[in-house]
């Protein structure tokens, strides 16, 4: 008998297992090292590297072999955390660095670091104070950075001495460690960057010891104390970063700066940069700075009446200095370079993934439910990914190109290299196949042409019966759920096999249409994307008028998707008769500083209480379905608890599943599965 699907889905951590990632490409682009576990269900990582010129692989690095006879992963709390903002669900090697040469590697096992020979394939163990986190080569390959214990050292690879640049002054300050708001909302996982020479290092210190303490409990283990967790609550203090330029003799020189965030920095050939934000997150600001004295000059100045939005991979300078910059203007999100946009506001820029000179590699997308992969060389830009729908990445350096892309049509992805245009092979993915039979219609729904896909069971003939509707939306801010891609549309499927229709659309607010579509939701987190999930329903059920059962309607998410599930029954239970809502946002007073104010602003504004769920508690009278981690420190358990509350004062029924142990990322295999099994059993009840 095959697997099932949620068993194969949770035993594959979401089909990601035996995927190829991570990769670094040499600089004269002879090889390239990257990330893959060995199998589509084996959950350690190794290190890999592909030659260019033959075409092949070997595998350099082995957790299995180097770490022999070590009882399971025993990481430090502070890895453990970077992990879950990170939403890594792999163990072994999840993360290395190399020098820039590509010559020698480091990485942690269990806390353990060690350094690889990438020629020679011979690994050592460091001997080191403590556990370590985030270790990165020194570019010149003589160090090796990493924080241990709050602390940030560097170890001479030459002599083996240890040396400690910057010790913390109390329990609540680390150095070199990015902080819970940069980790979780401005996609900066790093807290120290290296001078291009090696002789010195620009390091975060963070003192979180103006940010509230919040406690996790466990209450299915009573004997174990809370854990305490420094989390910065809208309205509430954010921690202390500042900037210090450590060199390896010892020397210490500030870098003062003066707003509230520390977005990036950037260290190389041509200078030291940092980007920083005021709180307000309207401005973000551009700063050269002299590594010799700390002092800093504005370079660029960006504003928005509504947010500047945060695009990764920039700063970054072509080979004569010119700034490689991402900002909007004129309606799009576009690619600046030095001060001149080269990008037409109709290409929507995602994220700069690499600069190889005087070539810029960035993703964009022109039809919003395709991630196209570009070039710009000498004043104009050239589609690189091929020319079917897809989604598309990749990486360039020294004439090799890597290009990774998934399509509808295709099962999982595929890794292509070519060096100058030549084709050198693939690099292979162990992914499991899930084995659906995927039937998803890509359509525009409603008044504003919203991104929609449509997914009907496997064996439905079109037009034969109407089938209960199952809407599966994420609908928020920074994510979107419709694209060209199957990988996209899995459970979805799945969910459909089991007799739904299922809908999903990305309404106001998720990216790939530009800025005025994503500013819509400013100061009302609710309204909108409300909205748009009703109107994708009735423009789909007017494409499928046969089809779709508008009587029996189900809608199901999980974090702002679960809000938007409560926030459908609770609203609008003429159009949605059940919801079921996985680690839901129910008071935005409870979320993150940076995410929350960026789109609602201060809590003081007096937007807060509309986007939030308590006052229509009453409301309810739809079957709801609460689902809730109770180890999760992103969505903390004390959201869905306290909705609960609110429904019981109100004399409401409604259901609640506290997971144990659980944290936002469900990673657990039994209770992955499970949780599918449980909502479609839920769903058809509800919808019967």
Request: net charge negative; with cysteine; glycine share 10%.
């Amino acid at each position: 008998m095959s697997e099932s699907f949620p068993r194969l889905h949770a035993r594959t951590r979401r089909f990601t297992l035996g995927v190829p990632r991570g990769f670094t490409i040499a600089p004269d682009g002879s090889h390239i090292v990257f990330l893959r576990t060995k199998g589509g269900s084996d959950p350690v990582t190794c290190l890999w590297e592909f030659d260019v010129a033959s075409g092949q692989e070997r595998l350099i690095a082995d957790p299995r072999v180097i770490a022999a006879g070590e009882d399971g992963e025993d990481l430090p709390p502070e890895e453990r955390a970077r992990r879950e903002r990170s939403r890594e669900q792999a163990g072994g090697i999840v993360g290395y660095s190399t020098d820039t040469a590509v010559t020698t590697a480091a990485f942690t096992l269990s806390g353990n670091l060690y350094v690889i020979d990438l020629k020679t394939r011979s690994a050592r163990r460091l001997q080191t104070p403590g556990q370590v986190i985030d270790p990165r080569v020194s570019p010149d390959g003589v160090y090796v950075g990493y924080v241990s214990g709050g602390a940030f050292h560097i170890h001479d690879l030459e002599d083996e001495v240890d040396h400690v640049l910057a010790r913390p002054e109390s329990p609540e300050v680390t150095y070199g460690l990015a902080e819970f708001i940069a980790a979780e909302e401005l996609n900066r996982m790093r807290g120290y960057w290296w001078s291009p020479s090696g002789d010195a290092v620009l390091v975060a210190r963070v003192d979180e010891s103006p940010v509230a303490k919040w406690h996790i409990a466990d209450p299915a283990n009573p004997s174990r104390s809370a854990s305490e967790q420094r989390y910065p609550a809208a309205g509430t203090a954010n921690a202390k970063v500042e900037l210090f330029v450590l060199t390896v003799d010892g020397s210490r020189t500030p870098v003062p700066f003066d707003d509230e965030y520390l977005v990036t920095a950037s260290w190389d050939t041509h200078g030291l940069t940092i980007v920083t934000m005021p709180r307000d997150q309207k401005t973000m600001r551009l700063l050269d700075v002299d590594p010799a004295t700390g002092t800093s000059t504005v370079v660029r100045e960006d504003t928005d009446p509504a947010w500047i939005d945060v695009v990764p991979g920039v700063p970054g300078r072509l080979s004569d200095g010119t700034l490689v910059w991402a900002a909007s203007s004129e309606g799009g999100h576009r690619l600046i370079i030095g001060d001149r946009p080269v990008t037409p506001a109709t290409l929507q820029v995602r994220e700069i993934l690499d600069i190889d000179g005087d070539a810029v590699l960035f993703r964009a997308s022109g039809e919003p439910t395709e991630i196209a992969l570009w070039a710009y060389k000498d004043g104009r830009i050239t589609l690189v990914s091929p020319a079917e729908s897809g989604v598309y990445s990749g990486h360039t350096a020294g004439g090799t190109l890597i290009v990774t892309g998934q399509t509808l049509g295709s099962e999982g992805s595929v890794t292509r290299v070519s060096h100058h245009g030549t084709a050198r092979g693939h690099i292979a993915s162990h992914a499991e196949r899930p084995g659906l039979d995927l039937r998803v219609s890509l359509v525009r729904a409603g008044k504003r042409d919203l991104s929609t896909a449509v997914l009907f069971p496997s064996g439905h003939v079109p037009g034969s019966a109407k089938l209960p509707v199952l809407m599966d939306p994420y609908g928020g801010p920074h994510a979107q759920r419709v694209l060209a891609a199957s990988g996209a549309y899995l459970t979805s499927q799945w969910f459909a096999d089991q007799g739904f229709a299922v809908v999903v659309a990305d309404g106001r607010g998720t990216p790939g249409r530009g800025p005025e579509f994503e500013r819509a939701v400013l100061h009302d987190l609710a309204t909108p994307p409300l909205e748009d999930q009703i109107d994708a329903l009735h423009g789909a059920a007017a494409q499928f008028p046969d089809d779709l059962d508008l009587s029996r309607v189900g809608i199901r998410g999980w974090s702002f998707g679960g809000f938007l599930a409560a926030l459908a029954v609770l609203r609008r239970p003429d159009v949605f008769h059940a919801a079921i809502a996985g680690a839901p946002v129910t008071d935005w007073r409870l979320y993150d500083t940076c995410y929350t104010e960026r789109y609602l602003g201060h809590p003081d504004a007096g937007h807060y209480d509309s986007s939030s769920l308590f006052a229509d508690a009453e409301k309810l009278d739809r079957p709801l379905l609460l689902i809730h981690g109770l180890a999760d420190d992103n969505v903390v358990a004390a959201h869905t608890l306290r909705l609960s509350s609110a429904l019981l004062a109100a004399g409401r029924p409604h259901n609640v599943l506290p997971l144990s142990g659980v944290t936002h990322m469900t990673p657990q295999e039994v209770v992955a599965e499970n949780l599918l099994l449980l909502q479609v059993d839920f769903l058809k009840k509800a919808l019967s």
